[in-house]
């Protein structure tokens, strides 16, 4: 059975990341944890004490490519090889905010931010005898119109930025597998289903009504980290690669999630918006 060493999780300060993360040091899993903010960290690390395996918390600012860089340096002096990179942190704006780039923040955090981390992990990965990408999307995807000339613009609803993310998340996913295909590494993306959890909690007090109101609908965290943990397995067990999961199904694509000439044009920008080569090595 693979053998979870070395992990990096994103959004492990709270909802369906801070759950993931228990069932990883439960099972006796290394794992450096990402939030937003030192305080965020401090508070999960509390939470998160007396288990089984290792958990260090490194703040970082996925919506910031130097706050990532730095990361970066941070997980590379921790460990070399990284065996599972989760990519789970998420957030919804509900007005326009932009990144340092002036790239919408809610597209440079859920899509952007993890495309550059994953894109540096990728030797720490390589490194490892085998290991596992698991992206975690939503179904929102397939309402999701991305128009890659839009990425800076003001003029779209949080819904439609919420949405272009998490299709870009699954038109990543499936570029990244043809681009590891032959390679130790596999990648997969994933709906955790409907958690109630902070996502919208970043907007103020109307954030706060909505977080209460999403929370009441919403299933326990606990749930979507098991679907995040068994693509972590499917993957881990070579079951599949490029795949989509929905609560721990596979399903098909929508045929606009399986645009390979948009895929590949995400690509292309995304590593031009991120200074990197197109070539992953
Ligand atoms: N909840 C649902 O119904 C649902 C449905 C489908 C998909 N999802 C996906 O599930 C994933 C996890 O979200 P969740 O529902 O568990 O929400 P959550 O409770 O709000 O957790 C989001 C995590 O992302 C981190 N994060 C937000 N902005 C960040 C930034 N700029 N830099 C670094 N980290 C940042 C947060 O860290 P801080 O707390 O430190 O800010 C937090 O740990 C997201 O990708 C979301 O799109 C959720």
Not at 74 to 102: E, H, M, R, W
Not at 170 to 176: D, R, S
Request: proline share 2%; charged share 20%; hydrophobic share 40%.
């Amino acid at each position: 059975m693979f053998k979870l060493k070395h992990v990096v999780l994103t959004g492990a300060t709270s909802g369906i990341g801070i759950e993931t993360a228990r069932l990883l040091l439960s099972e006796g899993a290394n794992v450096i944890g990402i939030g937003s903010s030192a305080k965020s960290c401090a508070k999960a690390a509390k939470k998160l004490a007396n288990l089984n395996g290792t958990i260090k918390f490194i703040e970082c600012d996925l919506s910031d490519q130097k706050s990532i860089r730095n990361l970066v340096k941070l997980i590379n002096s921790q460990f070399t090889k990284v065996d599972c990179l989760i990519n789970n942190a998420g957030a919804i704006y509900l007005k326009f905010q932009p990144d340092k780039i002036g790239i919408e923040k809610t597209f440079s955090v859920n899509y952007l931010g993890h495309y550059l981390l994953t894109r540096l992990l990728l030797v720490n990965l390589m490194a490892a005898d085998e290991a596992v990408i698991v992206n975690v999307s939503s179904v929102a995807y397939k309402r999701g119109c991305l128009n890659l000339n839009e990425l800076r613009s003001t003029n779209l609803t949080a819904t439609e930025s919420y949405t272009r993310s998490k299709l870009a998340q699954v038109l990543f996913t499936q570029t990244l597998a043809k681009e590891l295909e032959g390679s130790s590494v596999s990648v997969n993306c994933l709906h955790p289903g409907l958690i109630g959890t902070n996502l919208l909690s970043k907007n103020g007090i109307i954030g706060s009504i909505l977080t209460y109101a999403h929370k009441l609908v919403g299933r326990s965290a606990k749930h979507g980290a098991r679907h995040v943990m068994h693509n972590v397995r499917l993957l881990g067990n070579n079951n599949s690669n490029g795949k989509y999961y929905s609560i721990s199904k596979p399903e098909k694509l929508l045929p606009h999630a399986l645009d390979v000439q948009k895929a590949e044009e995400l690509w292309k920008l995304s590593s031009e918006l991120c200074n990197l080569p197109v070539e992953i090595v």
